[in-house]
């Protein structure tokens, strides 16, 4: 069989330093989205394990491969934990969700608690959308815009490039600066067209390098066009798992000319991490 | 007067040789990544097997999205032009003119002389275009030909919730998952290209009579969605492929 490399690893994580069993509050989210779903564990508010796996063809399935894989090692069984909010594309096809919250409200609160109160802009990239999301120093939605209609701009997007260039996904945007000087970018806004267009790049002569430069940095306008539709106002951060490709990251912050924070959190789960972080503030309520 | 037209489009090249309005011959082939000379081999082939000198043509006129490539050429016109002039000779009753090939997506009111009076263009979207049924049959792991007529054996509608050719792909592999008969997929792919051609129609208005030319007009399925979209009867010609070369072969006798 040909080797998939679009197929980014799966993983699971979690921190040695919490013991479960002195915790209060154990609360959870599940962010079923159309590529990836993960699956967070929070104790009293810190983050204590996760996982990151592709959403498979039956989303109720997904989610719960995702939950028994961050529960994976702890000790912890899914009857521990005290309240669950599912979210995402396919958040009404988690069966152990104790309730659902739109992915856009996740994001910008796990967004909040990832990179901090300051965060007023942010631009999550999921599988297939694209979302430009502000919001206030709470992590509340104040405004956002979407664009789930095209695949351009989109994760599936670079998926489908890495493959057609037999290049390992998490390889594309360092490789995509290994070029003597920086292409323009691939002229066709679809995913489609961009394909034909990256063919006929490459047999005129292109290295792939200079082919994924071309198309990372299509992606980097690409997403400033949505950004200029909304407005950026500082501070801007990127989640969903683009943000983790340098080629796309670098240029959108050279072509945008505003700094993109980083974060130590794993970016692709902060929907996943916002539910969580709503799990618990549910909890709190129904103590009071 | 002989006169050539050439059809340098996203997917395939078509010539036609007309004498006094009589076909002399036509010719396929595909673009390939060298078009430029894919398409002055295809000339050449048209010549030869027809025995005209490129000498006695009077004019050689170039359309089509590669049409620039057309070196050769001692005229160009657009594809909108040339698919208008085409669709009213085959059908002097032509009045709305559908061209759907394998990048893009037209839609021309034009008059009975085959004047644009007003059109509308999907360029920048495979999911209006041949792209997308080739995608989605690629997916289904069935000949484009063969995608066409399997459709017309459903008659099921289940709606196609993505809109963008990538997305779609990856929805018709759920819907195979589901166990979806193919059939049935056949024809939700021909009716969602048909709706978003549809769609981009209405931005011009429909008038009687409707002709659809390009390459898509031999996909049978698509035809039957478009016809059931738009609620109109759908006149197509022989070789729908061509029509723009002979438009543009017209062009050149003028």
Redesign the interface.
Same mark, same amino acid.
């Given at each position: 069989m040909e080797k998939e490399y679009w197929k980014w690893k799966e993983y699971n994580w979690k921190d040695e330093d919490i013991d479960w069993k002195t915790g209060d509050i154990i609360s959870a989210g599940v962010d079923v989205g =159309?590529v990836s779903s993960q699956a967070v564990i929070m104790v009293d508010g810190k983050l204590f394990a996760y996982s990151n796996m592709r959403t498979g =063809?039956d989303s109720p399935e997904s989610a719960r491969k995702a939950m028994d894989w961050a529960l994976e090692n702890t000790g912890l069984q899914l009857k521990d934990i005290q309240y669950v909010v599912g979210t995402g594309y396919g958040r009404v096809n988690v069966p152990f969700a104790n309730r659902t919250i739109t992915e856009i409200a996740c994001h910008a609160r796990g967004a909040n608690f990832m990179y901090g109160p300051t965060i007023r802009t942010i631009i999550d990239m999921g599988g297939?959308d694209c979302k430009a999301i502000h919001c206030d120093e709470r992590g509340k939605v104040t405004n956002f815009l979407m664009n789930d209609?095209?695949?351009a701009g989109t994760g599936?997007?670079m998926e489908?490039f890495a493959d057609l260039l037999s290049v390992p996904i998490e390889d594309v945007g360092r490789m995509s600066f290994e070029v003597d000087e920086e292409p323009e970018p691939v002229s066709s806004?679809?995913?489609?067209?961009a394909k034909?267009e990256a063919?006929?790049l490459l047999?005129?002569g292109w290295h792939k390098n200079k082919v994924l430069a071309a198309y990372c940095s299509a992606m980097a306008h690409r997403i400033v066009t949505l950004l200029e539709r909304i407005g950026v106002e500082k501070d801007f951060c990127i989640t969903g798992g683009i943000a983790k490709n340098i080629g796309v990251v670098k240029r959108l912050q050279k072509e945008l000319g505003v700094d993109i924070l980083e974060t130590t959190y794993d970016t692709q789960i902060a929907g996943a991490l916002g539910a969580a972080l709503f799990a618990k503030a549910l909890i709190e309520k129904s103590r009071k | 007067m002989v006169t050539a037209g050439i059809d340098l489009g996203?997917k395939t090249i078509k010539v036609i040789i007309l004498d006094n309005g009589n076909i002399l011959i036509r010719k396929i082939g595909l673009a390939g990544?060298e078009s430029k000379k894919a398409a002055e081999d295809l000339f050449n082939k048209a010549l030869s097997d027809t025995g005209i000198k490129k000498e006695e043509i009077s004019e050689i006129v170039a359309t089509g999205a590669g049409k620039e490539e057309v070196e050769f050429a001692t005229k160009k016109v657009t594809e909108v032009t040339a698919g208008a002039k085409g669709a009213v000779f085959l059908f002097p009753s032509a009045k709305t003119v559908i061209d759907v090939g394998a990048?893009e997506g037209r839609s021309i009111r034009c008059d009975e002389t085959g004047k644009v009076i007003d059109f509308a263009v999907n360029e920048?979207?495979?999911?209006g275009a041949g792209?997308?049924t080739e995608?989605m049959a690629r997916a289904l792991e069935v000949k484009l030909e063969e995608f066409g007529r399997i459709s017309l054996k459903s008659t099921k509608t289940i709606p196609m919730n993505a809109?963008?050719?990538?997305?779609a792909e990856?929805e018709v592999?759920?819907l195979l998952?589901?166990k979806t008969p193919k059939e049935d997929i056949a024809r939700a792919v021909h009716d969602a290209i048909a709706s978003r051609i549809t769609s981009m129609a209405r931005k011009v208005g429909f008038e009687k009579d409707i002709v659809l030319i390009g390459g898509v007009a031999r996909n049978a399925g698509f035809i039957d969605s478009l016809k059931r979209e738009i609620d109109m009867d759908i006149l197509i010609p022989e070789e729908p492929e061509f029509v723009c070369a002979l438009g543009a072969a017209l062009i050149g006798k003028k």
């Open positions: =159309s =063809s297939q209609k095209c695949a599936r997007g489908v806004t679809c995913v489609v067209f034909s063919t006929g047999r005129k | 996203a990544f990048e920048k979207c495979a999911a792209a997308f995608a809109q963008c050719a990538v997305f990856s592999v759920s998952h589901a």
